[in-house]
């Protein structure tokens, strides 16, 4: 999965500094389906890792638990990325000398089957 920001970011960091303990990637289930009585939550259970962060992109490799769990339905779950207070520091753009602004600290994106 990549993130494209609108400009070029800082990049020469230590990437692993983007991790479990500072970043959320999770799917948000379409329709509230996760507050059915039979939804099984480890079923739609990820793991992720900065595959690269270049310019203005950042790729996450994805592993799915059970990728057929994904939007299952017509409408698509979401994939949920947010970056805690801790590391928000780390997405400069020397180009537009800004750090990423506030209201993008938390992303979503459909994700298809």
Do not use: C
Request: without cysteine.
């Amino acid at each position: 999965m990549d993130i494209v920001f609108n400009a070029s970011m800082l990049t020469s960091f230590n990437h692993s500094s983007i991790n479990l303990t500072n970043t959320d990637v999770y799917i948000e289930p379409a329709l509230s389906r996760d507050q059915e009585e039979n939804f099984n939550v480890s079923k739609v259970n990820l793991t992720w890792a900065v595959e690269s962060y270049e310019n203005s992109t950042l790729t996450i490799k994805l592993n799915f638990t059970s990728p057929v769990s994904i939007s299952p339905l017509a409408v698509q779950d979401r994939l949920v990325v947010h970056f805690r207070e801790e590391i928000r520091g780390l997405f400069f753009s020397p180009e537009i000398n800004r750090f990423l602004e506030p209201e993008y600290f938390t992303m979503r994106k459909k994700v298809r089957k």
